[in-house]
């Protein structure tokens, strides 16, 4: 089982850079993505962040510093993610982290523009 969908890439190595507060993964199909902590924290699936029904979610803001203290492997599917502002309820899927590395110039700006829009800081 590849995550949640048994067609999505299964990652062969996961590196966290603290100084540099990014995370480092590479999947099967040759695929690498660096993501930055703040991005993976303000893209968090929990409920927390998306909210609990449909809509963009809880808008997270001053999360520029933060970073990751601790990777915990769930099954053979995911992993959770603790971040050093005691967020620690998302477990990002395979499938979920392949699409956050595959869209990222997307999301990001589309984060942006939410913070924007609200006249609020990334610090």
Known sequence: MAGLNAATPLPVEIKLHQTSRVLDIAFD????FSLPC????????????RGHGIGPGVLQTGKR???IVA???VGHYAAKLVFDDGHN???YSW???YEL???QAAKWQDYLDRLSAAGASRD
């Open 71 to 73: 990777i915990e492997p």
């Open 38 to 49: 703040e991005y993976l924290r303000v893209m968090s699936p929990s409920a927390e962040v």
């Open 89 to 91: 309820s998302g477990l």
């Open 95 to 97: 499938d979920y982290l």
């Open 65 to 67: 510093n933060v970073n």
């Open 29 to 32: 199909d040759g695929q690498r």
């Open 101 to 103: 590395g595959r869209d």
